[in-house]
């Protein structure tokens, strides 16, 4: 029973992939088979926060053959990376029937994974908007800042309007403290429920953290050192997994990346 997570934000630089790969390590340690799509195709670089040096890419011969099965990925501590690798210039402008192919091929990973991780680009683009409403679950990475709050808004009125999403989970990244946090995801929630019939369910946050911020220049992932899974990020993320997978589910119709996941939930 294949399920696909998305994380989106609007906002670049707010910790999406950060989040990503790190949420991709706790179902992993949990026992989960995981696949992380690095869908920021053309600028990926979830690889490089997994100390993995690409050579295997989604090109566009996967678009048109139909199958991921060809070593097209690579495999970083137990978690299977799909990536467009970087500067793949060919994959930076997907035509839309393209890439609603592509997601249409990732359906035959369903039977190898449990968990199917999608980095999405930042922006509000068709592509970000397309692999979004693909998703069974959406997890919306915020700051504390008004741009970060009214792009993710972009996403979820998007999402909404075109796509049919409704619920979309959050999470607060580089906060102070918790209440600051739950009163940055009030103060998102009171707007998006101003104007749009959407829920939004609070998975927490991640403090601004020297920890993390020292992972990515060092290239291993916080979650796959085993000195720092104890730490109160380890928590968090531990935390946000749970939450994240209670959450409720997108029922949106249009094209998923596992046909049948709700057929088999209901
Ligand atoms: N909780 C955090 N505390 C400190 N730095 C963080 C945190 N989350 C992310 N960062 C840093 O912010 C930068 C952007 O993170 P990244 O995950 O690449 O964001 P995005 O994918 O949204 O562009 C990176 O340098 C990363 O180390
Ligand atoms: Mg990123």
Redesign the pocket.
Known sequence: MAQSIA?A?G???????????NLALVLRQLGSRVTLLDA?FGMA?AHI?MGQNLRPRIDKSMLANGTVDDALSTSAHGVTILSGGSAALDLLDLKKNERLQLIRNLESLSDETDYLIV?TP?GASDATLAFVAAADRIVL?VVGEPTSFMDAYTIVKAAHLEHGVRSFSVVV???SDGQEARRHFDHFLAIALRFLDVELTYLGH?????P??????ARRPLMANPADAKGV?AEAFRSIAQKLLKAPANKSSGIRFFLDTMEKES
């Open positions: 994380i934000s906002k670049g630089g707010v910790g999406k992939t950060s989040i990503a790969v920021d670089n926060l980095d930042a990475v990244n580089m906060a991640l403090p601004m953290s020297l993390l911020r020292r992972s990515v220049v990020e």
